[in-house]
């Protein structure tokens, strides 16, 4: 289980989260929504310790990542929005080098790697350098690095962004797959009909703070995602304004 209490944290005069306190359970993939500077993103780092909380708790499988980060990250596969990888090294020289830190044997690396880049199409670019990588491959490379060590904790930041439809839909199979065998999955994404089509739970932030979580199904029979959405962040009386004038 993922789980926040009473979490703050504020970065100058910005109050990016609010006392958060929320659970992602294991079994289910849970889709993170929320406008732009709504607190998604620092609530995904503090999982691995990138991000300390001012107040409250954070617990990623029973441990938390502010005082032993080291093995939160072996249990949390994370990838964040941002693209950034070490452009002098080739793909296979990154994945391999992150297996010798997460300590996976040689013997479970080797078929484990062979997986990843065959589902991810991957086989003619693990030989040039990351500098000389698409953005799409970038992205896949940024999300192989997250699942090389089969974590039981899968975080992903906005992870569809400039992928094509093959390697999203492989994506979507294998986050259902995580989900199946009772691992956390957690996705944002701006893109609200993704967040419909894929996650089984659902949860709202705006300014910081949760304003609406539950199964999807149960916002289904409320009124479609994104007429809720826009309700619960309070956006709707904005988008009228912007409506007009077009």
Known sequence: ?????????????VQALKGVTVEFQPGRIHALLGPNGSGKSTLM???????????????????????????????VGYAPEEIVIYESLTPAEYLSFLGYVYGIP?????????????????????????????????????????????????????????LDPEIARVLKELMRKYAEEGRVVVFSTHILELAEAVADEVTIMHLGE????????ELRGKKDLETYFLEVTGLTSELEELLKAL
């Open 45 to 75: 780092k503090m999982a691995i310790g990138l991000v300390k909380p001012d107040s409250g708790s954070v617990r990623v499988d029973g441990i938390d990542p502010v005082e032993d980060p080291i093995s939160a990250r072996k249990v």
């Open 1 to 13: 289980m993922l789980s926040y209490e009473g979490v703050t944290k504020r970065y100058g005069n």
């Open 106 to 162: 040689k013997e479970e690396l080797e078929p484990r790697l062979r997986t990843l880049i065959k589902i991810f199409k991957m086989e003619e670019h693990m030989g040039k350098l990351g500098g000389e990588l698409s953005h799409g491959n970038r992205r896949k490379l940024l999300i192989m690095s997250a699942l090389i060590h089969d974590p039981r904790v899968l975080i992903l930041d906005e992870p569809f962004s400039g």
């Open 210 to 217: 949760v304003v609406a979580k539950g199964p999807m199904e």
